[in-house]
């Protein structure tokens, strides 16, 4: 079953958006291709309202508030169909939301070794001893 099936949109194992908080509209998707795409609406604008959801806990809203705005928005017109092209803005949309819940892992301050420090002193001593052999020999 893909992202788009089902009773609503599968952001993860633990989150999934119901149809009703997703507005889906089409429209014509422009660009070349003659009469069918002046015609046919099948570009697809899918937006989900961050702000208004009754579904996400606080923590969820707070971190996709800050990822990603109060309102996200995804236009796809990639394909001719627009059935495949609700696929595609369904798949994208649960992608983007997923990313916005991972939590980014905080950074532990760390400190070099005093083997490290040795290292890199030697190294530096090293380098300078190289340098003034290539200086010319003062008299």
Same mark, same amino acid.
């Given at each position: 079953?893909?992202?788009?099936?089902?009773?609503? /949109?599968?952001?993860?194992?633990?989150?999934?958006? $119901? +149809?009703?908080?997703?507005?889906? =509209?089409?429209? *014509?998707?422009?660009?070349?291709?003659?009469?069918?795409?002046? =015609?046919?609406?099948?570009?697809? !604008? /899918?937006?989900? @309202?961050?702000?208004?959801? !009754?579904?996400?806990?606080?923590?969820?809203?707070?971190?996709?508030? @800050?990822?990603?705005?109060?309102?996200?928005?995804?236009?796809? +017109? +990639?394909?001719?169909?627009?059935?495949?092209?609700?696929?595609?803005?369904?798949?994208?949309?649960?992608?983007?939301?997923?990313?916005? /819940?991972?939590?980014?892992?905080?950074?532990?301050?760390?400190?070099?070794?005093?083997?490290?420090?040795?290292? =890199?002193?030697?190294?530096?001593?090293?380098?300078?001893?190289?340098?003034?052999?290539? =200086?010319? $020999? *003062?008299?």
């Amino acid at each position: 079953m893909s992202a788009g099936q089902g009773p609503g /949109l599968r952001v993860n194992g633990s989150l999934t958006i $119901p +149809d009703a908080e997703l507005d889906e =509209r089409f429209t *014509t998707s422009g660009g070349p291709g003659g009469q069918h795409a002046n =015609r046919s609406s099948t570009r697809v !604008v /899918l937006t989900f @309202d961050v702000a208004s959801s !009754v579904v996400l806990t606080a923590s969820q809203r707070r971190r996709m508030l @800050d990822k990603l705005g109060a309102e996200v928005r995804i236009s796809v +017109d +990639d394909a001719r169909s627009q059935y495949r092209n609700r696929e595609v803005a369904r798949e994208r949309m649960a992608e983007r939301l997923r990313g916005a /819940l991972v939590q980014a892992r905080s950074r532990r301050p760390t400190k070099p070794s005093r083997s490290a420090k040795a290292r =890199r002193l030697n190294e530096k001593k090293r380098r300078s001893e190289v340098k003034q052999q290539r =200086r010319r $020999p *003062t008299e």
